[in-house]
T-cell receptor, first 112, second 115 residues
Framework: GAGVSQSPSNKVTEKGKDVELRCDPISGHTALYWYRQSLGQGLEFLIYFQGNSAPDKSGLPSDRFSAERTGGSVSTLTIQRTQQEDSAVYLC??????????FGPGTRLTVL | AQSVTQLGSHVSVSEGALVLLRCNYSSSVPPYLFWYVQYPNQGLQLLLKYTTGATLVKGINGFEAEFKKSETSFHLTKPSAHMSDAAEYFCAVSTFSGGYNKLIFGAGTRLAVHP
């Protein structure tokens, strides 16, 4: 079946602009995760959604970052007023609650 | 708190040689352990995982890993390297804290395979 998909695959933006990154999880997966992969920081957990429960936002680096998940499926990660240090690959993963996480191909964000 | 240490950010082996990628973890509760592989410009693909039971875990592409509680290790091995194994490998640990599987990753090891 279809895996996790993310769009866009690449995004180049200017400092100060807002960006939206999209994640389509595997159908039927109730849990959705966002991670950030950057040089010097490795892979960092950002946020987790599980069903209709309140998300765990403990990994979001600042209040410029937010995420939502509509209808328990598609998720959007929004970064406001982007900074150069936001440049990274943003990875989305989904799972069946406690099971293995399956990752999407990522969105490479470059902030000029 | 949990953490993962991968010894060696870069490992280089000859084609046909043994692959050994080291991972040590820290966890106050029984851990779940994972190895993921990342090929260039792709997402992470699960190689294998340890949850409970048999401590020697076999994964895809001929890789295996052994959970050694006494050594807090979960090293990844493959008897004979292939050129297609060149990629970055990540070890991760999780506990189902709060009812979900939050992964803590190591820094990664980039494997190069030369003829």
């Amino acid at each position: 079946g279809a895996g996790v998909s993310q769009s866009p695959s690449n995004k180049v933006t200017e400092k100060g602009k807002d960006v939206e990154l999209r994640c389509d999880p595997i159908s039927g997966h109730t849990a959705l995760y966002w991670y950030r992969q950057s040089l010097g920081q490795g892979l960092e957990f950002l946020i987790y959604f599980q069903g209709n429960s309140a998300p765990d936002k403990s990994g979001l680096p600042s209040d410029r970052f937010s995420a939502e998940r509509t209808g328990g499926s598609v998720s959007t990660l929004t970064i406001q007023r982007t900074q150069q240090e936001d440049s990274a690959v943003y990875l989305c993963a989904s799972s069946s609650r406690r099971d293995t996480q399956y990752f999407g191909p990522g969105t490479r964000l470059t902030v000029l | 708190a949990q953490s993962v240490t991968q010894l060696g950010s870069h490992v280089s082996v000859s084609e046909g040689a043994l692959v050994l990628l080291r991972c040590n973890y820290s966890s106050s509760v029984p851990p779940y352990l994972f190895w993921y592989v990342q090929y260039p410009n792709q997402g992470l693909q699960l190689l294998l995982k340890y949850t409970t039971g048999a401590t020697l875990v076999k994964g895809i592409n001929g890789f295996e890993a052994e959970f050694k509680k006494s050594e807090t290790s979960f090293h990844l091995t493959k008897p004979s390297a292939h050129m297609s194994d060149a990629a970055e490998y990540f070890c991760a640990v999780s506990t189902f804290s709060g009812g979900y599987n939050k992964l803590i990753f190591g820094a990664g090891t980039r494997l190069a395979v030369h003829p």
